[in-house]
């Protein structure tokens, strides 16, 4: 029971960030809890948050939780129940009151409180410039138009590089590939060999053994492989039967003749 | 091309819905009777539409059931359309009325004002606190275009999507790989990237500018118009209380991403993951409904006349709330049922009125269904 509560308050704890903008909501509460009248407004900003708070907090709620099985850490978002930027702002708004000096002077001051105690989104470290209107990688898009232009079946299977593995189906679902990103946070005890031939060696600061990493491919039909040029080291890619197509944007397409040969085999036949 | 695409967007997904947002007519209170308002009624059941129809299909149909959901759904969106146009015309009718343009727009002028002179009318203060807000809104559809977020999630929601476009198969396919996969109980529910898969589909534009472009041009607004609602619910005939509240409430938006986990951070990184609207408007629709309908029935919003009668209106619009969750993921079905069932026990206890405590636990009826076969599918398969 003692270690659910410890999580409830460590999920709570996450979920401010350690930042002072909750406080204010708290505090905008406070005030709400005081002044509020309305029977209607004290029930939704009022009471509805306190109550909330208290099931979050409440040990058997994450234990049952859990035993709904639910994949992930995402207990947090029962406090999206709370509207924590209507309370905060309902109270600022109502605190400033009908003088319009007062809500002047209230929407300069908590604005900036807001700004300094909270976090731009914006900042976050997801954010990219924007590229393109698909909202990916431009790499993604010219490499998987590229192996399109010279392939002419419907679909292939390809190895891209974990910088572009995110995108590469959303972009074009008819790439194949021999794991998905998903693969990046598999818990220890998955085994891929194409995996193990092509990202630990990247993980642990080792040249990629093209010999291995070509064994693996072929055993999961692999025809095409993309690998940023900064990991390529010395590779011996032609030794391994590897075929080099090009250069697109700093990721080097190689072709494997033997899937190539399989492939069209298997369409001649099919 | 372009033309034919852009066609294709409105269609689906502006008119189809603000058609279907006419379903209701009669019973939605004068005061919200507005046209982004009948939009969002419009899209709430469209949403509802599609778990209606999309689950069905995608757990009888192993082969080609994506293919059979698109016929099936926009058939049904059409119909839904149409039976919308029919309820607006008997309502007008009733009232001695004639569908015709200008019935339509004094319909979805409660004020009887135009929106020029309602503008004219308003305080020099209120103009610049509604310029404030526009422009913060404005400029969070502009960053769509400025920048775009590398999302985990996105790689199985889209994926998803793009493998039923290209496979014709509904959540049988493993969004990493492409590889076939059994029906992946878990997440086939949630049909929000079916829903984007549907308009890209059916308007011709790649599902990544559906998911990251246009579908968040659509959401960012009408969750700040229900917000500005919340705002004119809060300071009834305020309106420079009920502005720089929006104003506010887009300050704490913008600059509330103290960590990976508040909905702030979802509305603006990953708009278009049905958890994100889940949180951002569906909730907070729910919290709506309740403000709404028991402020009036304390005679504090304007429009009381229907005080303490049966809120048909809010009633539905609740139940459809819970449903529409369900496109998003179950564990927003679960979190919106809860609130739903909080909610009514909370002013349950305030206002001692049992009745409308059972009509409104009665709303969450669909969502423990759809719990209910989530529970059962994700056991037995």
């Known amino acids: 029971m003692a270690e659910s509560f410890s999580e409830c308050l460590k999920a709570l704890k996450n979920f401010t960030g350690l930042k002072l903008l909750l406080g204010i909501t708290l505090i905008s509460w406070i005030y709400l809890f005081i002044k509020e009248k309305r029977k209607a407004v004290r029930a939704v900003l009022v009471f509805l948050p306190l109550v ?110 974990s910088d572009i593995i995110a995108s590469v189906r959303q972009y074009d679902a008819n790439m194949m590939m021999p794991y998905g990103r998903d693969f990046f946070d598999a818990p220890y005890g998955y085994v891929n060999a194409v995996f193990d031939a092509y990202e630990n060696p990247q993980r642990e600061m080792k040249p990629i053994v093209f010999g291995n990493l070509v064994e693996a491919t072929r055993n999961a039909d692999v025809e095409y492989i993309v690998m940023h040029i900064a990991v390529l080291n010395d590779g011996k890619f032609e030794e391994a039967g590897l075929e080099l197509l090009a250069n697109i944007d700093d990721h080097l397409i190689f072709r494997d003749p033997v899937i190539s040969e399989k492939v069209a085999d298997y369409v001649m036949h099919d | 091309m372009i033309i034919l695409n ?14 279907i947002g006419f379903l209701p007519i009669r019973i939605i209170p004068t005061g919200l009777r507005k046209p982004i308002f009948i939009y969002i009624t419009g899209f709430i059941i469209t949403l509802a539409a599609l778990e209606l129809t999309g689950i069905p299909t995608e757990l009888i149909f192993v082969y080609n059931a994506y293919r059979k959901f ?14 919308g146009v029919i309820s607006l015309r008997a309502f007008l009718t009733a009232s001695s009325q004639k569908l015709n343009c200008t019935s339509v727009k004094s319909l979805l002028r409660p004020e009887k004002t135009s929106l020029k002179s309602q503008i004219s009318s308003m305080s020099l203060e209120s103009k610049i606190y509604m310029l404030i807000s526009l422009l913060l809104i404005a400029s969070q559809i502009v960053m769509l275009f400025l920048v775009y977020s590398r999302d985990a999630d996105d790689s199985f929601y889209n994926a998803q999507a793009t493998s039923a476009q290209v496979f014709g198969t509904m959540y049988r396919i493993d969004a990493g790989t ?32 559906v998911a990251h472009k246009i579908v968040p041009i659509v959401l960012i607004p009408i969750t700040y118009y229900l917000l ?23 300050v704490f938006k913008l600059f509330g991403g103290i960590s990976h986990y508040t909905a702030e951070t979802f509305f603006l990184l990953r708009t278009w993951q049905g958890k994100s609207f889940a949180g951002n408007f569906i909730l907070p629709g729910i919290i709506f409904i309740f403000l ?45 049922v809860g609130l739903v069932g909080l909610l009514s026990l909370i002013f349950l206890v305030i206002n ?19 719990m209910l076969l989530y529970l059962i599918c994700t056991v037995v398969g």
């Open chain 2, 228 to 250: 500005y609602n919340f705002g004119s619910v809060l300071f009834p005939k305020k309106q420079e209380a009920a502005w720089l509240f929006v104003i506010l409430i887009n």
């Open chain 2, 352 to 370: 001692r009125d049992w009745k409308a405590f059972f009509r409104e636990i009665a709303t969450i009826i669909p969502g423990i269904l759809y």
């Open chain 2, 178 to 209: 492409g590889y076939t996969t059994n029906l992946d109980y878990r997440h086939c529910f949630a049909l929000f990237p079916m829903y984007q898969a549907f308009i890209s589909s059916a308007s011709g534009v790649h599902l990544l500018i």
């Open chain 2, 70 to 83: 698109v016929i099936v759904f926009g058939a049904v969106l059409i119909l839904l359309a149409v039976f």
């Open chain 1, 52 to 161: 909330v708070m208290l099931i979050f907090l409440c040990p058997f709620s994450k234990t049952l939780f859990d035993a709904l099985g639910q994949e992930g850490d995402i207990y947090y978002r029962f406090l999206w129940m709370i509207p924590f930027g209507i309370i905060t702002s309902f109270g600022i708004v109502r605190f400033a009151g009908n003088s319009r000096v007062k809500r002047i002077i209230a929407l300069l001051v908590s604005s900036l409180i807001i700004i300094f105690s909270g976090s731009l989104v914006y900042s976050n470290a997801a954010f990219f410039k924007s590229q393109n209107l698909y909202g990916i990688p431009k790499e993604t898009i010219d490499i998987v138009d590229y192996i399109k232009s010279v392939d002419d079946h419907e679909r292939m299977t390809i190895l891209p590089s």
């Open chain 2, 292 to 336: 709404y309908m028991k402020n009036k029935s304390d005679g504090t919003v304007e429009n009381n006349a229907k005080s303490k009668s049966v809120n048909k209106f809010e009633l539905l619009a609740l139940a459809f709330l819970v449903l529409a969750a369900g496109s998003a993921s179950s564990i927003a079905v679960l979190i919106s």
């Open chain 2, 6 to 19: 852009a066609l294709g967007i409105l269609f689906w997904m502006i008119l189809i819905p603000f058609c």
